[in-house]
């Protein structure tokens, strides 16, 4: 019988495992309009969200393109793009 641990991964091997190929769409920042909020790095469920001084932008290695961060800008300063694999 299998555990969990050898069926989901040790704990914490999130790191290994990039989760990015399952996107359809990937957030874009514009750099435009940002009021440097931070919206977006609270936000996003995976935490890959980063940045500081109105300059964000998203480890697409692991994005999955909810798109929460773009939804939630106040200015509109992230949008949705299709994925081109």
């Avoid at 555990?3 to 704990?11: A, D, N, R, V």
Wanted: net charge negative.
């Amino acid at each position: 019988m299998q555990t969990t641990k050898t069926l989901y991964g040790e704990p914490g091997s999130s790191v290994q495992n990039k989760t990015g190929s399952w996107r359809t769409e990937r957030p874009v920042f514009l750099h435009k309009t940002c009021t440097d909020c931070f919206l977006c790095v609270l936000v996003c469920p995976d935490g890959v969200v980063f940045g500081s001084n109105k300059i964000y932008d998203v480890d697409l290695d692991y994005c999955k393109g909810c798109g929460i961060c773009a939804e939630e800008c106040p200015v509109k300063d992230i949008v949705m793009e299709r994925e081109v694999k």
